[in-house]
């Protein structure tokens, strides 16, 4: 029989992963919570009229969609169907799908109770997301998004907290070497305004988007054959030369933004920041302006933020931005929010290869009773439940087989101790307590056996 | 525009909700850990071929599909598909469904990692699982599962640590009045073989399985109808009566079920577990035999466990029970093992009911900067960074509006305490601190500040 593995995409977690991916969560709850986040849960699946026409053709795609119950062809002719217009047909016989992003369902759940929440309403999640991508690694089919957001005001402020949450979760994490990318859309748009190009916006986010994987000179080419002039690739890429060294050259920025106003607006905004944090130190993390972060998601209308670690080339560790009218494709205006995310996945595999990690000899189990046979199994329960009362983490060989193979099985487990209770033991109340690395043997009364475990 | 909500019998949880959830659940896992439980997750998920045919014609009705990404018609003959045969149709098209339980998924990576993993096995999971059923209060197509598994021995030194385990957790939640239910399928084998009646025992287990929601006059109709005779059913529920008294009774049990090997096997069980209680003490539980308990799921194969709360009619909160070849279903034999499980959204239930939920104070936003305008707003940012560094979750008010509606806000989200920040403040650098609730003031300095909130 062959065996059974999982579904294309998706993983098992053992306990040293999740003990590890929980390490990172509680870190990132912490810091929600410190800032005011408080926790949203939303289903794994919503209906698909709520997610379907939010993510583009390419996202759309990728939706997982669950079947209706029952005779899922009901209310449908055979003769009719068209199997041709596939996507159609997929919608006719599925009714719900599971959540691609954590933004939409929000976006549902505050339109829902618009009218009982309390604005600024600020919300953090926690979830598992589904998308149906080419499974590679560190990306997944199934994997957990840590989202936080703000929406209903549209102070500055907010997106100075974000970046001080940035750096309080990284500097919690001891990972040295985080870089703040920051840049604002509207000096995107003001850029095509000013270059007369406007009408090639999202293909210009679109090219800048890929310049962490693809190298520049492709992107020029992807430009030009786009229909940008060599004029306009020229200018787009001295500003983003010139971005990275802005306390230069602002006065530069400052001109060249001068003839749109949204691209005035925008330098202002970064300057607004860029200004505060002149006079204010982060813990960690490094600040930098990078007009060529594009962040892909067509919902950013203003700041965008990315984190890299600079030694590490998992790609953006977190990122986030602000948008206006979110809550828009549901019928609530004029709720301009910003929202951060980090990605679980790449801080996990840049902790593990930077030895970041605890170690968590704390949640392994301590000492194991050995199993002398039936005369010795009551006491073994009652003893070993005395020590977990005591909040020792413990255990027993519920089978009595020889003691070489109880041995072998408290290594395997990396079970600090055993302890032998045996004839001689029960009669004494004297237990002879192993230690199994060093070998070493004590004999300690119940007390002090306790007492041991406990400070051990 | 019509408002948006979730999917039929799903939920949104807010922040109250998650943190009385987490109550809970931070005290199943920590005695889970005491114990020896390592957590295990297994994918939201899996290949269609691991979970169907597992869960019987009633419960694969419930399993949601998921449609094949792209082109689901792929590799199939339009002309060829039979329309009156959905279920089939539906295997055709789909390749993943949504986990039915934590069950079959966990007997799908002990099978897959057999050659890898320790015996005894024992392992937790706490998970999401889905389940196309009619919605009802406190019944959700999305929900919650606690498991904890033991396989790879057959001691009931293991049934005796789940008792313990229902115990401390019970202890640990304050919940009075629960009563452990223990039966073993092994009896109601016997009784059937007894009766002359082994060909009825999956019916006489499905009728038993409803007895504590349908009153016990039509449970013996239907078993009347079903082909059991008068005497027959007498017996059983004589046997019923019997067993809530059994230490009066032990001998009449021996007697019944001398003629049966697997009945007096069940006894001797069953004893063996009595008889360690008549000796140890529960914290909070008490243990009782109930000869009626069936568990309605085909696998269990010896001692069957219920728990309920005596004055709460949620049915059982937790149960469980020994199962022989669990993963005999995936080609890996001889694996005795043992697992319960926890029903959250009943525990929910009973502990909201019975106002046994602590508070959430602590996680609130204890302070809130008012906003008095640009002037201030470096300041404010610095000051609240300053705060939640402290450890303070604080927060402030990011828009520059009357300070009626600031503390309006304040209260809303009953926030204790708001510092008022103005140009008085500014220049004297002493804050003045307003208590929501009293009103009361006080001038401090930021030194004075921080420690008045910390321990506050």
Redesign the interface.
């Known amino acids: ?1 062959q ?5 294309k995409g ?6 040293i992963q ?1 003990y590890k991916r929980n390490y990172i969560l509680d870190i990132i709850k912490e810091n929600f ?4 986040y ?10 698909t ?2 997610l379907l026409g939010k993510y583009g053709d390419e996202g759309e ?2 939706i ?4 209706k ?5 009901n209310g449908l002719n ?1 003769d009719k ?1 068209n ?1 041709e217009d ?1 996507s159609n ?2 919608n006719n ?4 799908a ?1 959540k691609y992003d954590l933004t939409v369902p929000f976006a ?2 505050v ?2 109770n618009f009218n009982e929440l ?1 604005f ?1 309403f ?1 919300r953090s999640q926690i979830q ?1 997301v ?1 998308r ?1 991508d080419k499974p590679q690694k560190g990306r997944f089919r ?1 994997f957990l998004q840590c989202d936080a957001d ?1 929406i209903g ?3 500055m ?2 997106e ?2 974000f970046i ?1 949450l940035f750096d ?1 979760v990284f500097n919690d994490l001891h990972l040295n070497g985080c870089i703040i990318k920051l840049n604002n859309r509207k000096l995107l748009l003001g850029l095509c305004e000013i270059l007369d190009c406007q009408d090639k916006f999202s293909i210009l986010v679109n090219q800048l988007d890929k310049l962490d994987k693809v190298e520049s000179k492709k992107i020029k080419d992807n430009l030009k054959i786009k229909g940008f002039s060599s004029n306009q690739i020229d200018s787009i890429f001295d500003l983003i030369a010139k971005s990275y060294n802005i306390n230069s050259n602002m006065d530069y920025f400052k001109n060249f933004f001068e003839k749109s106003i949204i691209g005035s607006q925008g330098l202002h905004e970064l300057e607004f920041i860029f200004n ?1 944090f002149s ?2 130190k982060l813990l960690i993390s490094s600040l930098v302006f990078d007009m060529s972060l594009a962040r892909g998601i067509d919902y950013y209308t203003g700041v965008i933020f990315e984190v890299v670690q600079k030694n590490k080339s998992y790609g953006s560790i977190a990122g986030g931005g602000r948008y206006d009218n979110l809550t828009e494709i ?2 609530v205006n004029d709720t301009s929010g910003i929202g951060i995310s980090f990605g679980l996945d790449r801080i996990f595999l840049t902790l593990d290869e930077l030895k970041l990690f605890p170690e968590f000899k704390s ?1 392994m ?1 301590k000492v194991l009773f050995t199993n002398f046979g039936t005369d010795f ?2 006491d ?3 003893f ?2 005395a020590f ?2 005591a ?6 060989c ?2 009595f087989i020889p003691l070489k193979k109880q041995l072998k ?1 408290a290594n ?2 990396e079970i600090t101790f055993v302890i032998l209770y045996g004839e001689e033991e029960k009669k004494s109340k004297i237990f002879t307590l192993k230690h199994m690395k060093s070998g070493d043997q004590e004999k300690l009364s119940f007390d002090q056996l306790i007492s041991k475990l406990k400070n051990g």
């Open positions: 029989m065996k059974p593995l999982p579904a998706t993983r098992d977690f053992g306990p999740i919570t410190k800032y005011g408080f926790p949203l849960e939303t289903p794994s699946f919503e209906k009229s709520t795609r990728l997982f969609k669950i079947l119950s029952g005779n899922f062809l055979p169907l199997f596939v047909l997929a016989i599925c009714d719900k599971l549902r759940y339109s829902q309390i600024p600020k598992n589904w149906a199934e703000v005001s549209k102070s402020m907010q100075i907290e001080y309080n505060y006079k204010q549901f019928g949640k189990v199994t009551e073994i329960i009652k070993t439940t977990r009362n909040g020792i983490i413990s255990d027993f519920p089978d099985y395997q487990k």
